[in-house]
């Protein structure tokens, strides 16, 4: 755009063509008060609370959708401007209630701010402010609708942020009501920037509510630690306890959003199941005892029942910290045991690390095509899935090839529905029709696949995008061809110049793979260090129940009478109790300092938040006096900065796709696909009671197609696996698809 030169405030400013006024006051400082209007929202002048003078305009002119020409003179503070601006404000607060000592939004009101300055303290109406009846909208989200001042940034967010248009103006005149469509309140998994974005107290935390005043708490910068995208946060606490997560702006990362697994999951450090103190289990019953003691006889165990190095498996949750994985694998490998993992939850495993993405966040939201595969990104990888629906509105075709037609927040193209144990030889069919378009050598290994109609449309559309991007999802996991499904997307990715996007990992996975906390080539990996020789297990924030692929044979192992288990939670359950000797009591989330590398590599560092509660302590300083009890060398660390220095210079095991032996599967037998909610994703969330009483948080059915209940003897609402069933098509035959909030069955 042409470069143009305006006055504003009598200051002589360069600005682009087009620019709308506010956006130039903002950049140049210039204080401009505004309701409606939102940087990352559409512009509604509504609220007309931005009137500005504008020379030779006989009216004041709303800065938010007014552009700026060239020559223009602007006056934002002058008579005229601040009279306009008066009478706007006059009118917002007749019908607002006089109850800011009791709203939560107190003390951080953009209303109370712009009141102060352009508000009077005598009014000219006189008659009964209106009342409006709140309609409840989910766990999450309080509502005061009476405060409403219908700016519409909620309605607008929900369209062009969350997808999902939830939020409507009903009613004409002083009878305009913004409320829910919807009975079953608010569905998105962003329904938590509504209340980052609302100007009043219309609506705010129900978590929150009334715990503290915004005055009263101490804020830290830190980072969320749940998926790969690593959202800069604000954590704010009150008398040594999180109260509250809010957005911290990275435009790079999260911009100004972060997803409600983020902003509401503090609420399970305060669960009654916290391990506040180190226990240890003396003749099968368990007694609180001292940190000296229990640390010692933890030694002691190792010592006595990893009688052989190689007989120490050690294990960690990917939501570790880039510290607590590089202390964790140096112990064992001082030990002398390469028995190391960090991929609970994978049914084939590489001996290096994962396939590395070739895009980074801020490019995925241009890219003309995706391709998802074997991932419901909307709530696995809620801010990836924000960069994707940026794409598909700027015009990008999606395409998708899952087990189960999921419910996404933008339009896709084709929808391919296959069953787990037919996923490979649907990309075989995609790969073989890549080639015979593009006239390349057809590979040995798809020679024999035809391709059908719709693997055809997937070949084309990958051919004819010039900037797109083939995603790989979670789902992958616990496919058992995983690896050579990896291994052909590359192949698909080479042949039509399409960059990759792996989010088949995700919490802190990059900082356990540059921490090298995975096992060498002579060492046992997740699955094969269950056998008769490992005989000790040092766990760190492992829960069996949920974190492994085969959560019956890990619990089945730990319970053995001569295996000796180590555990370092913050959390104690049933099945930790039965299975473990020791527990080490941890600090969590943001109860300790840390480091998260993201998707793009990038390296984030945090400080504690809070205190850690009762006796627990942070995990790295655990490992550290464990490794010297053991007589280990080089654990001289005394802050955890040393810890990350050390780790980011460590060398990475080199990237690889490991040449895969494919399983053979009879493909008329029906699989099952566990795939857990958002909100039973890592033991901090899964204690989060309002995420859990949200309609996400809530997930868990069994979707079985017609045929496959019929073939299998399933009905409606059927238990299976002890999941009620549903029965739809939107369901790749011979495949039960269980998305659930439970602990996983056998």
């Not at 959708?65 to 401007?81: C, F, L, Q």
């Not at 193209?413 to 006239?439: E, G, I, R, W, Y």
């Not at 084309?460 to 790989?472: K, P």
Request: aromatic residues 6%; contains cysteine; proline residues 3%.
């Amino acid at each position: 755009m042409s470069e143009i030169e305006i006055e504003i405030d009598g200051h002589i400013v360069k600005a682009s063509q087009g620019d709308s006024i506010i956006s130039i006051a903002d950049r140049e400082g210039i204080d401009v008060p505004r309701f409606c209007y939102h940087k990352k929202l559409s512009v509604a002048a509504n609220c007309r609370m931005c009137l500005v003078d504008i020379e030779g305009v006989p009216k004041a002119q709303p800065a938010c959708s007014t552009p700026a020409a060239n020559g223009m003179k602007i006056n934002t503070k002058n008579d005229k401007a601040k009279f306009a601006q008066k009478a706007v404000m006059e009118f917002l607060l007749i019908n607002h209630p006089l109850d800011c000592p009791i709203c939560d939004q107190g003390g951080e009101c953009e209303l109370q701010d712009v009141a102060m300055e352009y508000g009077s303290d005598v009014s000219k109406f006189n008659l009964g402010k209106r009342i409006v009846p709140d309609k409840g909208i989910g766990a999450l989200i309080q509502t005061d609708m009476t405060r409403c001042i219908h700016c519409t940034r909620c309605v607008r967010f929900g369209a062009e942020v969350a997808g999902i248009v939830e939020m409507g103006g009903t009613g004409r005149g002083e009878g305009v009501k913004i409320e829910p469509f919807l009975t079953e309140g608010i569905q998105s998994e962003l329904s938590g920037n509504m209340i980052d974005v609302c100007p009043v107290g219309a609506l705010t935390s129900k978590p929150f509510r009334y715990e503290a005043r915004t005055w009263q708490m101490n804020a830290v910068q830190s980072v969320a630690r749940h998926d790969l995208v690593g959202s800069n946060i604000y954590t704010q606490s009150y008398r040594g306890k999180v109260k509250r997560v809010v957005a911290r702006d990275n435009d790079s990362i999260n911009e100004t959003w972060i997803s409600d697994r983020d902003r509401f999951s503090y609420e399970g450090l305060n669960h009654e199941s916290r391990a506040l103190k180190p226990k240890i289990k003396v003749d099968g019953e368990w007694q609180d005892t001292d940190w000296q003691q229990a640390l010692q006889f933890a030694v002691d165990g190792i010592k006595n029942n990893a009688i052989n190095p190689d007989q120490l498996g050690v294990l960690a949750s990917k939501h570790a910290s880039l510290e607590e994985f590089y202390l964790m694998q140096k112990l064992a490998r001082k030990f002398g045991s390469e028995n190391i993992d960090f991929r609970l939850d994978q049914t084939q495993l590489s001996t290096g690390s994962s396939l590395e993405s070739s895009i980074n966040l801020s490019e995925i939201e241009s890219v003309d095509h995706a391709l998802i595969i074997g991932s419901y990104t909307r709530l696995e990888q809620p801010m990836i899935n924000h960069r994707i629906r940026k794409a598909a509105l700027d015009g990008a075709s999606v395409n998708t090839i899952n087990s189960k037609n999921f419910d996404f927040n933008f339009k896709t193209k084709c929808n391919a529905l296959t069953a787990p144990q037919k996923l490979l030889s649907v990309l075989q069919s995609v790969l073989k029709a890549v080639h015979l378009k593009t006239n390349q050598d057809i590979p040995n290994d798809v020679s024999d696949v035809s391709p059908s109609e719709i693997h055809n449309i997937i070949a084309d559309d990958l051919i004819a995008s010039e900037n797109g991007v083939i995603v790989l999802g979670e789902h992958l996991n616990s496919n058992p061809n995983s690896l050579a499904i990896i291994n052909l997307i590359e192949k698909i990715a080479s042949a039509t110049n399409l960059k990759i996007a792996n989010i088949t990992i995700s919490g802190n996975s990059h900082s356990a793979e540059k921490a090298n906390f995975i096992p060498s080539s002579n060492g046992l990996n997740a699955i094969s260090m269950f056998n008769d020789n490992t005989k000790a297990f040092l766990l760190m924030d492992v829960d069996s129940e949920y974190d492994f692929i085969d959560s019956k044979s890990a619990q089945g192992h730990f319970s053995k009478e001569d295996v000796f288990v180590v555990v370092l939670s913050s959390f104690e359950n049933q099945s930790t109790l039965s299975s473990a000797d020791v527990i080490l009591p941890m600090a969590s989330f943001y109860e300790s300092s840390g480091t998260h590398i993201n998707f793009d590599g990038l390296v984030q560092s945090y400080s504690a938040s809070v205190k850690s509660p009762g006796e627990s302590k942070p995990g790295w300083k655990i490992i550290k006096v464990m490794a010297d009890l053991l007589d280990l060398q080089g654990f001289d660390y005394v802050d955890s900065t040393q810890v990350k220095e050390e780790a980011l210079q460590s060398s990475k095991v080199k990237s690889s796709v490991d040449e895969a032996n494919i399983q053979s599967i009879d493909d008329s037998q029906v699989t099952t696909h566990w795939q857990y909610a958002p909100y039973a994703s890592d033991s901090v969330t899964r204690r989060a009671k309002a995420l859990q009483e949200s309609n996400v948080g809530m997930i868990n059915r069994a979707y079985v197609s017609k045929m496959t209940a019929h073939k299998i003897g399933l009905s409606d609402d059927d238990l299976y696996l002890g999941v009620p069933v549903s029965i739809e098509e939107s369901v790749a035959e011979d495949c039960v698809f269980i998305h659930t909030n439970q602990a996983r069955r056998a």
